[in-house]
């Protein structure tokens, strides 16, 4: 990402994109970078992202691969991990996707050359953390964290609500870069009320950031078998612990 200035596209007001999430604590915001900044990010992850597997484990908490450590599985002991874990969503919570971890790969310095560490640590700038403190009216806020996530056919996320461990999220967000999507390839980002209704929701999209305060009843629903494309897009939360 050297090549280029990562900025938030300057035809967006944040206070009067505050008004819109305070209507109902989410709001949407398309174009949120200038274009030819979201077709870069959208070229590394779609084609120079070392991806992980990932699902729950019996814990719901990550079970990680790298890419070496799964294809050592091999086909067999991989389709046991498939079996497991749509049992396990059967019965409660569970998910599994590809993703990239953009926070603990820049501490620990892995894939140094990865061109989107320039986009972990233009999060966690002033200009962006403050944006999106304005948007939310989350003054507390000190930190995002981040992910970038893939999601294939059969891949999904079902029902939680980001609550954290130590209740030290106050908002998701989730960086859409997925280009040309159908509705009915699945993978919409869908909100439940208290019965399992659906309240809202979004198809994926291009060059959009969604915020949502939390914790709020979620899922991601399972892309279909037929779907065209990959789900793409960069996840995390708006947090208030210590940096």
Known sequence: MADFDLRINPDLRADELAQDYADGNIVRINNIFPGDIAKAIHQVLARQTPWHFVHANDQGKHKYYRPEEWRALGQAAQRQVFQNVMAQARAGFSYMYQCYPMIDALLEG??????????????????????????????????????????APGHFLNTHNDHGDNAERRCAYVLSFTKNWRADWGGELLFLDEDDNVQTGFTPNFNSLTLFKVPRTHIVTQVASFAGAPRLSVVGWLRDDPK
Do not use: G
Request: glycine residues 0%; proline residues 7%.
């Open 110 to 151: 892995q894939d140094p050359d990865w061109p989107l560490h320039a986009l972990t640590e233009y999060l966690n700038t002033d200009e962006f953390r403050d944006f999106v403190k304005t948007v939310t009216n989350e003054p507390s806020v000190v930190k995002l964290d981040a992910q970038a996530s893939l999601y």
